[in-house]
């Protein structure tokens, strides 16, 4: 979680892209109950919303691919 000390620059702020669950389950190719079940995949909650950033996605597949 951010707070008002952290600083970041620009290009960090605008290369953060937000998925919903639905769209990450697109990106992961998986169901959403086994989206839930991976709780190593950081969330992003916004009032009642759970989103996932595309970031977050490529680091657990990265992971995933080189556990295999």
């Not at 697109?26 to 079940?37: E, R």
Request: aromatic share 4%; proline share 1%; charged share 25%.
């Amino acid at each position: 979680m951010l707070t008002q000390n952290d600083k970041l620059d620009n290009s960090s702020i605008h290369d953060v892209e937000l998925l919903s669950r639905s769209e990450a389950c697109k990106f992961l190719h998986v169901s959403q109950s086994m989206l839930d079940t991976h709780l190593k995949i950081p969330k992003v909650r916004i009032g009642h919303k759970v989103l996932y950033t595309k970031k977050a996605l490529l680091i657990f597949l990265e992971e995933a691919q080189s556990n295999e």
